[in-house]
C-alpha cells in the first residue's frame, strides 16, 4: 500500500540525484552505488550527530525494499556506527526504522535512522531540535574523517 500523497516530491530523491562528487562541504558522510549517509534536518533527545541510511532508488517502504540491499544496510550500519564511536565518543548506538503513517513515517522513502548514544541521553523523551546548516556540515566532516 502507498502512503505517499499524490506529486510527493521525494527529498531523498532528490539528493540521490544531486550526489555530489565530493562531499567536504556538505552533510553527506558517505555514498556508495546503492545507498548514501547524510546528517538530517533534526536531532533528538539533545543528540547529535545522527544519521540516516538512504537507498539511492526509491522504495517507499521497507516491504518494497529488494533483499539484494540487505547486505548495503548493514554494511553502512556497521560502517557509521563505528564512525560514531570514534568521532564522538559515545557508549552505544541505536537504530530505527518507520513504516506507514501508523509506524510515524513521514518521509515517504525507505531510510534507518542511526543514532550515537550515552547513558541517560533522553532519546525517547520526544526533544527534537533543528540542525544548523553549519551544524550538520561539521558532524559530517567529524564523521568523514573517521572513515578514512
Known sequence: ????????????C???ATLPASYSRSAIVFADA???AVLPLHYYGGIKGNCLIV??????NLLEVPDSLGNDF???TR????????????QGISTRQHNAPAGDQDVWHYHQHVFPRYSGDGLHAGHKGVYTAEERVA??????????
Open 139 to 148: 558532524l559530517a566532516a567529524r564523521l568523514r574523517a573517521e572513515l578514512r
Open 14 to 16: 532528490g539528493i540521490a
Open 34 to 36: 546503492n545507498v548514501f
Open 55 to 60: 537507498p539511492r532508488s526509491h522504495y517507499e
Open 79 to 90: 560502517r557509521l556506527a563505528q564512525a560514531m564511536l570514534s568521532a564522538f565518543g559515545c
Open 74 to 76: 548493514f554494511a553502512a
Open 1 to 12: 500500500m502507498k502512503h505517499a500523497p499524490p506529486g510527493y516530491e521525494c527529498p531523498f
